[in-house]
């Protein structure tokens, strides 16, 4: 079955340190992806997404993500995490146009908890 | 603002009761979803909807019924078929029905409780 993997359950680090969090997909042909970020408490908002172009696609506070289309992978960056970064990060993945009825639909990941520790 | 309005915010059921949770955006979207979270497991897709009085299955919708009479409404009805209710309940809405480039926008969510 296609799907959306995120190796990292949950992810501990201390102030200023660096991320990065895994996401593969199983999708063949052109795909779109996105980072969601889950805070305690609040609803999942988008952090970038990646369409066409460069693959090295910059989104809001700090975060950056790297689409290596050989390597179906999408993961997410940051040179220097804050406390504030504590959250549930969630990648999702829209199958190609001809994947089928589903293809308009997001596919997610099952997230990974980021602890920052000050 | 515009956005999307999950209610209520928490909710609790006894067992074999029905309950509705309700979704509404302003966003002038076409497609509405509904999502579980469950811890570890991510989002499930219980049901989806292009247009309205029209909706889809998704991967989980057994136990589970919506409508989409109105453009700006996608309530879902937890039933008592559902073996496993309890969880945190997202909707979503987007633009393009069939390519939506800007993806998701979410609701606060749901969390229902069965007692």
């Known amino acids: 079955a296609q799907s959306v993997s995120q190796h990292n359950h949950h992810v501990i680090l201390s102030e200023a340190a660096s991320l990065e969090l895994g996401c593969n997909y199983s999708?063949?042909?052109?795909?779109?992806l996105f980072w969601y970020v889950q805070y305690p408490g609040q609803h999942l908002q988008l952090l970038l997404k990646?369409?066409?172009?460069?693959?090295l696609v910059k989104g809001i506070k700090g975060f950056e993500a790297e689409f290596i289309k050989s390597k179906f992978s999408f993961n997410l960056r940051k040179p220097s995490v804050q406390w504030s970064d504590t959250a549930e990060y969630f990648c999702?993945?829209?199958?190609?146009?001809?994947?089928?009825?589903?293809?308009?639909?997001?596919?997610f990941g099952k997230g990974t908890k980021l602890s920052v520790i000050p | 603002d515009g956005g999307i309005t999950q209610s209520p915010k928490y909710l609790f059921r006894k067992e074999g009761q029905n309950v509705t949770l309700s979704c509404e955006q302003n966003?002038?979207?076409?497609?509405m979803y509904w999502y579980r979270q469950d811890p570890g497991q991510g989002l499930r897709l219980i049901y989806y909807?292009?247009?309205?009085?029209?909706?889809q299955k998704g991967d989980i919708a057994e136990g589970y019924s919506v409508s989409r009479e109105k453009k700006e409404s996608f309530p879902l009805t937890v039933t008592s078929a559902q073996k496993n209710p309890t969880a945190f309940y997202l909707c979503?809405?987007?633009?393009?029905?069939?390519?939506?480039?800007?993806?998701?926008?979410f609701g606060s969510g749901t969390r229902l409780t069965v007692v």
């Open positions: 979503a809405s987007s633009t393009d029905t069939g390519y939506p480039r800007d993806g998701y926008t």
């Open positions: 999708y063949g042909g052109t795909v779109n």
């Open positions: 990646y369409f066409s172009g460069d693959p």
């Open positions: 999702a993945v829209k199958p190609p146009r001809d994947s089928g009825a589903g293809s308009y639909q997001l596919t």
């Open positions: 966003l002038n979207h076409d497609a």
């Open positions: 909807s292009q247009i309205v009085n029209d909706f």
